[in-house]
């Protein structure tokens, strides 16, 4: 695992997200993350917007990649880091391909949502934040949904789920994303 004052100090070897060292003048997510920091570069406080660019060409924001904008824009890494783990709109591990927020907020939670979120947890078999080895699925657990009426709520990805006082119905609910 490389840690902060690894990268801050450079003591470690840089991998592709493959875990190889490819040259990252060949990896057209960098062609093309360098491409928008080049056409940016002029203006003032990118460093957000960089960021923000990177999470969506890259899916997430590992160190390489922070290291990557650091040295293209000169801001250093500790502050990217900072910024990548302070803001929720950021990922520093890669996410799954289906979003599965369980909605905490009062209404849900009076409702049942934990045992929504155990019936996830144990059907995915993976933790709060985590993302299953084959990469589908992501689970976190948020806040108002919005849809009080209908706690307790899941969402996946855009769809909503509600009602879900009888938690037997979520193993088919996450079938429908596994094909």
């Known amino acids: 695992m490389t840690h902060l004052s690894q990268v801050i100090k450079g003591d470690f ?7 190889c060292n490819c040259n990252k003048t060949e990896d057209k997510r960098y062609m093309e993350l360098k491409a928008y920091i080049d056409s940016v570069k002029d203006s003032e406080g990118i460093t957000m917007t960089v960021l923000q660019e990177a999470q969506r060409i890259f899916g997430y924001l590992p160190l390489e990649v922070q290291k990557f904008i650091s040295e293209n824009i000169g801001v250093p890494i500790a502050e990217l880091y900072g910024i990548a783990t302070f803001y ?27 045992k929504v979120m155990d019936k996830v947890v144990e059907e995915l078999n993976i933790g ?10 992501t689970i976190d657990a948020t806040r108002c949904l ?16 509600g009602k879900l006082d009888n ?13």
């Open 13 to 19: 070897e840089m991998q592709n997200d493959c875990g």
């Open 88 to 114: 929720s709109q950021f990922a520093i591990t890669p996410k799954g391909k289906h979003h599965v927020g369980i909605c905490l907020g009062t209404a849900c939670y009076v409702r049942g949502a934990q």
């Open 128 to 137: 709060v934040g985590e993302t299953t080895q084959d990469g589908l699925f």
């Open 146 to 161: 919005g849809c009080c009426g209908l706690a307790p709520v899941m969402m996946i990805d855009d769809d909503v789920y």
């Open 167 to 179: 938690v037997d119905v979520i193993p088919a609910i996450l079938e429908k994303y596994r094909g």
